[in-house]
């Protein structure tokens, strides 16, 4: 996993549509570094390196190591430009990030035991599949879980109801109780509401 999101990088001055199109044609994939109050700087990256780690789902939420012109860079993914039908990888963001400084990320939902309110009749419906999370680089976690064994049929968990790892904290709950978002819902079967209205019905002629 290390080598993985350890990517080779080099400064480029060609820069314009025609250069990244140029590149693009040579396997390299246009991209550009900023933040931490330093200078932008374009770079190149091998598309082959960039989209085997792209495949992975934590690229896109962990810090990655840029070695730019052979310097070490941490850095986030903060937008990746996709070609509309072919596998290509166009344009990539990559933003610094300091050890010592917390940052914003968003980071993924995984749900477990759906098979548990299946049994219970319900359906399971995500409202979000990732949560919006302030931390610092070290902390980011993976992926966040969210245990829906216990989840009865008509119950939706909120924000408030997940369990965030040590330093990481929620991003719109901290904007108060107004930005408790709900995550995931036991929704009834469809047509329950329905067949029970009928069978009351039934029971109301029969009488």
Do not use: W
């Not at 009865?152 to 108060?176: F, I, N, R, W």
Request: charged content about 25%; hydrophobic content about 40%; aromatic content about 4%.
């Amino acid at each position: 996993m290390t080598e993985i999101f350890t990517l080779d990088a080099e400064v480029r001055t060609d820069l314009g549509k025609g250069a990244s199109r140029r590149l693009r044609h040579a396997n390299k994939v246009p991209a550009i570094l900023y933040g931490e109050g330093k200078e932008s700087v374009s770079l190149t990256l091998a598309h082959n390196k960039v989209f085997r780690a792209q495949q992975e789902e934590a690229f896109y939420s962990q810090v990655l190591t840029l070695n730019v012109d052979g310097k070490p860079v941490e850095c986030l993914v903060k937008d990746m430009q996709r070609h509309p039908f072919k596998p290509v990888i166009m344009h990539l963001d990559f933003m610094r990030v300091d050890a010592a400084h917390p940052i914003h990320t968003n980071v993924p939902v995984h749900f477990l035991n759906e098979d548990a309110v299946a049994k219970k009749g319900g359906a399971v419906a995500h409202h979000i599949n990732e949560i919006a999370v302030t931390c610092l680089p070290g902390d980011i976690p993976e992926f966040i879980e969210v245990d829906v064994a216990d989840l009865e049929v008509g119950q939706t968990l909120h924000l408030s109801d997940v369990t965030l790892p040590k330093g990481v904290t929620s991003d719109e709950l901290a904007k108060g109780e107004s930005h408790d978002q709900a995550v995931v819902t036991a929704n009834a079967p469809k047509g329950a509401s329905d067949d029970s209205e009928e069978g009351e019905a039934e029971e109301a002629t029969e009488e």
